[in-house]
């Protein structure tokens, strides 16, 4: 039980382009989906929190227009990197939590991105 | 801010071996505490968890953890590691105290463990 899947899991497209991941729990309704972003070699770092239904809440430093974020279903939350450049390559990863935050997280497998 | 502490960047064992892997944690409350693994490319698979109660914590894959409160420590343990258990292991405190970073996990640096056959 509780299984994410991401998807893609790898792309690669050229600068300029916009690219949409998608997030969803397969077995159970995520009240709360997490995007993090993780460099080689270094923790994840969070991007923002989403709650089905509301806005995402960003943290400090992250670009709300930059990296858009939808969370329309219980079961589904998309990031979308608007206009990417290089420096937005790097693996993306989601998570999604049941209720309340005694809960884990469940991550998904993460995607690849590498921009031209 | 809370924050985790992971000291050891690299561990290479021998297949066999025991295994404990650091993780001191600042937080000023009881804490919501987590290990992950994670193997190249792929997401985290939780391993096990702590909210409260019993202060040694039984996971998957043979993996254990003991909360000490005293030393803000979480260390993972395994008794003999397999091959399998090559990859990088996070360790994560859950903030449960409200406020803005509620429900937010903030991650260790992580620990590559390398196994030799």
Known sequence: GAVVSQHPSRVICKSGTSVKIECRSLDFQATTMFWYRQFPKQSL?????????????????????KFLINHASLTLSTLTVTSAHPEDSSFYICSARV????????????????IL | AQSVTQPD??????EGASLELRCNYSYG?????FWYVQSPGQGLQLLLKY??????????????????????SFNLRKPSVHWSDAAEYFCAVGDNAGGTSYGKLTFGQGTILTVHP
Do not use: C, W
């Open chain 1, 99 to 114: 209720g309340r935050v005694n809960q884990p997280q469940h991550f998904g497998d993460g995607t690849r991105l590498s």
């Open chain 2, 29 to 33: 409350a009881t804490p919501y505490l």
């Open chain 1, 45 to 65: 770092m969070l991007m923002a929190t989403s709650n089905e239904g509301s806005k995402a809440t960003y943290e400090q430093g992250v670009e709300k227009d």
């Open chain 2, 51 to 72: 909210f409260s109660g019993d202060t040694l914590v039984q996971g998957i894959k043979g993996f254990e953890a003991e909360f000490k409160r005293s030393q803000s």
């Open chain 2, 9 to 14: 960047i690299h561990i290479t064992v021998s």
